[in-house]
């Protein structure tokens, strides 16, 4: 069964950083691309980033410039760098794996993201 377990949630001042990270398991990692989604609390979920097989990233426009996703399929993980964090960033993150040809999803527990002084 495919697992994805995302790490590297918690609590951190606006301006501070975090660096998510999503481990996937029993899954042909290279062929899916990954992407990172939260949601707020009274909020629909959003995508945040999203990174192919080959590299091409895409991000939300809120999040443009501060946050950066890197894959290591080496190591069969995601990564979420988040910078210049915003209290508006608070969320629970979500990792999730897509593979187009076979049509299917993966989604990890998520973890908690939350920037407050």
């Known amino acids: 069964q495919v697992q994805l377990v995302e790490s590297g949630g918690g609590l951190v001042q606006p301006g501070g950083s975090l660096r998510l990270s999503c481990a996937a398991s029993r899954m042909t990692f290279g062929g899916y691309t990954m992407g990172w989604y939260r949601r707020a609390l009274g909020k629909q979920r959003e995508l945040v980033a999203s990174i192919t097989s080959g590299g091409s990233t895409n991000y939300a426009d809120s999040v443009k410039g501060r946050f950066t996703i890197s894959r290591d399929n080496a190591k069969n993980t995601v990564y979420l760098q988040m910078n210049s964090l915003k209290p508006e960033d608070t969320a629970v993150y979500y990792c999730?794996?897509?593979?187009?040809?076979?049509?299917?999803?993966?989604w990890g527990q998520g973890t908690q993201v939350t920037v407050s002084s």
């Open positions: 999730k794996g897509h593979n187009e040809l076979f049509k299917v999803d993966y």
